[in-house]
């Protein structure tokens, strides 16, 4: 940092946004400093008018909806995939927009994980979210596994980052999957999965990604890099809403593979009808639905995509960038001295969308940044997140940030509050 930041520069720099009019999108409470993106966006009205209308779809036509309406719901997944496509880097139809972050991560364990021989173990890291290490359990008992013994996680040298180095050398001969995440949720680093997916397949081992912490807040390659498989949720950067339907993705290469778990929405769409007993799977990513759509929270996420078309993921992702680091430097000039580390890579190749500090008074602390109108993240036992999301971030808006959490700490504010975690944190 040359010279002393100041709110004149961030008005400056929020001048010269070329995105700074997406913020006028969304339903933003005046006054208020939403730092949680990555957990959960905020409605666009975009998204709402969009949910609207498939209300008027089912209110006009009821089970016509399928087939009539504005937005037909039979193809809705596809459509919504097709769409979603260019965030990830992409074919159209190796994206479909279905289930759930976890019940897609199991489906695609459950079609993925085939155990020969000496080749038992999954691998995956002692830092991901805890949901996907549930799936892999499960998956291994499943298939008659403990895991204990064939669950491999990557140890991490610091408690908050991964060396890729350390992942590629526990790519062992007994492994025959590999699940990692695309970007360390308390951490926010960004793992580089085309050298991981390349690694991998040196040694034979399918590998797949949680992109739950990227997808929407940066550009991905899944093709390109040869990524097997990838899973994500819809509701944190792409604002889809809560508990919004989720999506994943499937190399073409692996078309006409059987799903592990199957169900009717799977099907060849125009076979789906037939009623048969034998499944004919849909030659793409389709294939790896299980159930109806859920058309309600499928809604917002047209909408909400439709932001990101106008908008480029390649500028978001400048933006997004800037406004992290901008905020790293404020912290590094407003709050030395208060006990704060930050813990997110400071390199711009190596950070996701979101930044994290750390400190012993963390639960205490966002608790006190919600009294004075700001929403943090807190992640047990003492991270605190913040994402300034480059759809309706600005720069003053963390600049006013920082300066807050500065006041906070100086009067020491967050005494008032006990150092524990709400039952949602």
Same mark, same amino acid.
């Given at each position: 940092?040359?010279?002393?930041?100041?709110?004149?520069?961030?008005?400056?720099?929020?001048?010269?946004?070329?995105?700074?009019?997406?913020?006028?999108?969304?339903?933003?409470?005046?006054?208020?400093?939403?730092?949680?993106?990555?957990?959960?966006?905020?409605?666009?009205?975009?998204?709402?008018?969009?949910?609207?209308?498939?209300?008027?779809?089912?209110?006009?036509?009821?089970?016509?909806?399928?087939?009539?309406?504005?937005?037909?719901?039979?193809?809705?997944?596809?459509?919504? $995939?097709?769409?979603? *496509?260019?965030? #990830? /880097? !992409?074919? %159209?139809?190796?994206?479909?927009?279905? &289930?759930?972050?976890?019940?897609?991560?199991?489906?695609?364990?459950?079609?993925?994980?085939?155990?020969?021989?000496?080749?038992?173990?999954?691998?995956?890291?002692?830092?991901?979210?805890?949901?996907?290490?549930?799936?892999?359990?499960?998956?291994?008992?499943?298939?008659?596994?403990?895991?204990?013994?064939?669950?491999?996680?990557?140890?991490?040298?610091?408690?908050?980052?991964?060396?890729?180095?350390?992942?590629?050398?526990?790519?062992?001969?007994?492994?025959?999957?590999?699940?990692?995440?695309?970007?360390?949720?308390?951490?926010?680093?960004?793992?580089?999965?085309?050298?991981?997916?390349?690694?991998?397949?040196?040694?034979?081992?399918?590998? $797949?990604?949680?992109? *739950?912490?990227? #997808? /929407? !807040?940066? %550009?991905?390659?899944?093709?390109?890099? &040869?990524?097997?498989?990838?899973?994500?949720?819809?509701?944190?950067?792409?604002?889809?809403?809560?508990?919004?339907?989720?999506?994943?993705?499937?190399?073409?290469?692996?078309?006409?593979?059987?799903?592990?778990?199957?169900?009717?929405?799977?099907?060849?769409?125009?076979?789906?009808?037939?009623?048969?007993?034998?499944?004919?799977?849909?030659?793409?990513?389709?294939?790896?639905?299980?159930?109806?759509?859920?058309?309600?929270?499928?809604?917002?996420?047209?909408?909400?995509?439709?932001?990101?078309?106008?908008?480029?993921?390649?500028?978001?992702?400048?933006?997004?960038?800037?406004?992290?680091?901008?905020?790293?430097?404020?912290?590094?000039?407003?709050?030395?001295?208060?006990?704060?580390?930050?813990?997110?890579?400071?390199?711009?190749?190596?950070?996701? &969308?979101?930044?994290?500090?750390?400190?012993?008074?963390?639960?205490?602390?966002?608790?006190?940044?919600?009294?004075?109108?700001?929403?943090?993240?807190?992640?047990?036992?003492?991270?605190?997140?913040?994402?300034?999301?480059?759809?309706?971030?600005?720069?003053?808006?963390?600049?006013?940030?920082?300066?807050?959490?500065?006041?906070?700490?100086?009067?020491?504010?967050?005494?008032?509050?006990?150092?524990?975690?709400?039952?949602?944190?």
């Amino acid at each position: 940092m040359s010279k002393e930041l100041t709110l004149d520069h961030a008005k400056e720099l929020d001048k010269s946004d070329s995105l700074a009019r997406f913020k006028d999108e969304f339903y933003i409470k005046e006054g208020h400093y939403y730092m949680d993106g990555n957990s959960l966006g905020l409605l666009s009205k975009r998204a709402e008018k969009a949910l609207h209308t498939s209300l008027q779809d089912w209110k006009d036509h009821g089970i016509d909806g399928w087939m009539n309406g504005e937005e037909p719901w039979y193809y809705y997944s596809e459509k919504l $995939g097709a769409k979603t *496509a260019p965030l #990830v /880097g !992409a074919k %159209p139809e190796e994206v479909i927009v279905t &289930g759930s972050i976890t019940t897609n991560l199991h489906q695609l364990i459950a079609t993925f994980y085939e155990p020969e021989g000496n080749r038992t173990k999954i691998l995956a890291d002692e830092l991901t979210f805890p949901s996907d290490i549930y799936a892999i359990q499960s998956q291994l008992e499943l298939k008659g596994y403990t895991h204990e013994e064939h669950l491999v996680q990557v140890n991490s040298r610091d408690g908050y980052t991964l060396k890729e180095e350390d992942i590629i050398e526990a790519m062992t001969d007994d492994i025959a999957l590999i699940v990692l995440p695309s970007v360390l949720y308390r951490s926010g680093q960004l793992l580089d999965m085309k050298w991981l997916t390349a690694e991998a397949h040196k040694r034979g081992i399918v590998i $797949g990604f949680d992109l *739950a912490h990227s #997808v /929407g !807040a940066l %550009p991905h390659q899944l093709h390109e890099d &040869g990524v097997d498989f990838a899973v994500w949720c819809n509701y944190k950067y792409l604002n889809s809403g809560p508990g919004g339907v989720g999506g994943l993705y499937v190399h073409e290469r692996h078309f006409g593979k059987k799903p592990g778990l199957a169900g009717w929405f799977g099907s060849k769409k125009d076979k789906q009808f037939d009623m048969e007993h034998v499944l004919t799977p849909a030659e793409s990513a389709g294939a790896f639905q299980i159930g109806t759509p859920h058309i309600l929270s499928s809604a917002p996420l047209l909408g909400s995509l439709q932001l990101f078309e106008e908008a480029g993921i390649g500028e978001l992702r400048k933006k997004s960038l800037s406004l992290t680091r901008f905020m790293m430097e404020l912290v590094n000039q407003e709050l030395t001295g208060y006990g704060f580390t930050i813990c997110n890579p400071q390199e711009d190749e190596r950070r996701g &969308g979101h930044i994290s500090l750390q400190h012993d008074e963390a639960a205490r602390i966002c608790k006190a940044l919600k009294a004075n109108k700001v929403t943090p993240d807190f992640r047990a036992p003492n991270n605190i997140r913040l994402a300034p999301v480059a759809l309706y971030s600005s720069y003053e808006d963390v600049w006013n940030t920082v300066q807050i959490l500065k006041k906070i700490m100086e009067y020491e504010e967050y005494k008032q509050f006990e150092n524990v975690r709400d039952v949602v944190a």
